[in-house]
């Protein structure tokens, strides 16, 4: 090669490289949000494993209602009560409502002065008082017909008592009547979306602003988060360059502030904030309700897995935090005002299923 075809080779690598340079700036600038808040800070932690009250196996999912803290122990097949400050008071033995002998809690909601829990092995939703007495109990059977379900991850509730579930395997979010009577769906059974609003990847968690009734999705394996109103019509989504849906295989940018690797449980905060877990990430992010990023918080596990598996906000502001990885449960706490610009971190990790299933895509 000539003098002259090493100039133009030399030439078109640097445009290629101020090209690249450029977009990934452009990236930044125009799809990467600032944080607005400082992180929460980590005040109190407890549990360890084991079968015994207050220690756990599998710890999922997490609410908070009435001054208790709910917290779904999954392979100890019971749900765990605590205090806010996380002293033992009681435990619910969640039984079978199915053909397995034994169930498995996945996301916690409280809603009113009720307990929504999605049981997944088992394919029902159980409704409890906020002491522990069983109320009712929808599904039982795997199906995907109306007001049936295939492993359902999160479950809670309007104020008029109406029911909304995650279907996960059904690829949908279910409507339901207080009773458990079948009212309308958003998704195609059975049948992954991707890009298209209103459309789900394995959707894991919901939760539901009592105040205005619009209904939160984590869309699990999409990355994002869908929000719909009361009556099940798309509002807007969020997480990554216009919500888009980016193939596992090339997710590097989830670790971004604003985007997600798999966000498994999600919950309102007091004054209407939503908060995430994002799991893969080990990390909490916060967002208002229009899904304009605040903050994120986190830390990476101490054992083999993720250190983040579901959140519950409460009312006094504290937010409680399931660590799977290393067995406990966290309570973290707002610090008082930023003082700084925070940086989000990129993450190449490997995906991984959630509890029971494959990730595909």
Do not use: C
């Not at 075809?5 to 990934?24: N, Y």
């Not at 991707?194 to 919901?206: E, K, W």
């Not at 906000?313 to 610090?335: C, F, H, K, L, N």
Request: glycine letters at 14%.
């Amino acid at each position: 090669m000539g003098r002259v075809g090493r100039k133009i080779l030399a030439w078109t690598g640097g445009v290629l490289g101020a090209l690249a340079l450029l977009i990934a700036a452009s990236i930044w600038l125009f799809f990467v949000p600032s944080a607005k808040e400082l992180p929460y800070r980590l005040v109190a932690s407890w549990g360890g494993l084991g079968a015994a009250p207050g220690q756990f196996d599998g710890p999922n999912g997490i609410a908070v209602g009435g001054g208790r803290v709910y917290v779904a122990d999954s392979l100890n097949h019971r749900i765990q009560i605590f205090d806010s400050q996380g002293h033992f008071l009681s435990d619910i033995a969640v039984g079978p409502q199915g053909l397995l002998p034994k169930a498995r809690p996945m996301n916690l909601n409280v809603a009113g002065d009720k307990l929504y829990v999605a049981d997944y092995w088992n394919d029902a939703v159980q409704v409890y008082t906020l002491d522990g007495r069983l109320l009712r109990a929808f599904g039982g059977k795997t199906g995907s017909g109306p007001g049936q379900f295939h492993a359902p991850g999160g479950a809670s509730a309007k104020p008029d008592g109406t029911i909304v579930v995650a279907d996960f395997y059904n690829q949908r979010v279910q409507w339901l009547s207080s009773g458990g009577a079948f009212l309308r769906q958003v998704g195609v059974t059975g049948q992954k979306g991707f890009v298209a609003a209103g459309r789900f990847n394995y959707p894991t968690d919901v939760a539901v602003d009592p105040g205005t009734g619009n209904v939160y999705v984590a869309d699990g394996y999409n990355d994002r988060i869908q929000v719909f109103d009361a009556q099940g019509r798309f509002l807007r989504m969020w997480g990554g360059a216009f919500g888009l849906h980016l193939p596992a295989a090339i997710n590097f940018l989830g670790g971004l502030p604003g985007w997600f690797r798999t966000p498994t449980s999600i919950a309102i905060g007091p004054h209407g904030d939503v908060f995430v877990a994002d799991q893969e990430n080990n990390r909490l992010q916060k967002f208002t309700a229009a899904g304009r990023f605040l903050t994120a918080f986190g830390h990476p596990p101490r054992a083999p897995g993720y250190s983040v598996g579901a959140v519950a906000a409460a009312a006094g502001g504290s937010v409680y935090v399931t660590d799977p990885a290393d067995q406990r449960v966290e309570r973290w706490v707002r610090r008082a005002a930023l003082r700084a610009p925070l940086a989000g971190a990129l993450h190449a990790r490997p995906r991984m299923a959630a509890p029971g299933s494959e990730r595909s895509h």
